[in-house]
Antibody, heavy 123, light 108 residues
């Protein structure tokens, strides 16, 4: 069974750094893309970026380019989302999602999602 | 960047009624569109991909249609469990992708 388990809720002050994680199991981690999606309070889903753990090919949404860093560690099947300097506007739930899919043909969509990590940035 | 516009913003319906949700793309995305359902406090769930293919385990009352720039998700005979927010997502320029703003389906 496929599982994506994200790290727990975090509270930080503006200007602080943060790295959250998403540990995958139940499928070949290096063979499918992992995306990060932001959901601000009461708002919709926003694609932030995506990484292919097999070769670390990473793409970012123009809205998030330069604001965050996405990485992955193949040895422990874990993807990361990192900020160097948080702002209050980064307060949101962050989801990871894998492009692994049970059925053929849906490997460019997201059937498996993590439970979300709530990040609160407040002074 | 391809923009997805969903309408209506909110749909107020009773159980047993049919829901029709729209997603319009700013340029042609062929059939590369998915629909997700999200309930409060939960992660999104994939319902339909490639515009009309139901994901594994999704009931037949959910159906998707469309191509090019106009897409529809239809939920026949709404059940209490179907109320939530629905998002469309395109993947024409994979691995780049975008989500629509969402349509809330609420109980009337």
């Amino acid at each position: 069974e496929v599982h994506l388990v994200q790290s727990g809720a975090e509270v930080r002050k503006p200007g602080e750094s943060l790295k959250i994680s998403c540990e995958a199991s139940g499928y070949s981690f290096i063979s499918y893309w992992i995306a990060w999606v932001r959901q601000m309070p009461g708002k919709g889903l926003e694609w932030m970026g995506i990484i292919f753990p097999g070769d670390s090919d990473t793409r970012y949404s123009p809205s998030f380019q330069g604001q965050v860093t996405i990485s992955a560690d193949k040895s422990i099947s874990t993807a990361y989302l990192q900020w160097n300097s948080l702002q209050s506007s980064d307060t949101a739930i962050y989801y990871c999602a894998s492009s692994y899919c049970h059925a053929p043909g849906c490997h460019n969509y997201f059937e498996s999602w993590g439970q979300g990590t709530l990040v609160t940035v407040s002074s | 960047e391809i923009v997805l516009t969903q309408s209506p913003g909110t749909l107020s319906l009773s159980p047993g009624e049919r829901a029709t949700l729209s997603c319009r793309a700013s340029q042609s995305i062929s059939g590369y569109l998915a629909w997700y359902q999200q309930k409060p406090g939960q992660s999104p769930r994939l319902l339909v991909y490639d515009a009309s293919t139901r994901a594994t385990g999704i009931p037949a009352r959910f159906s998707g249609s469309g191509s090019g720039t106009d897409f529809t998700l239809t939920i026949n005979s709404l059940e209490p469990d179907d109320f939530g927010i629905y998002y469309c997502q395109q993947r024409t320029n994979w691995p780049a992708l975008t989500f629509g703003g969402g349509t809330k389906v609420e109980i009337k």
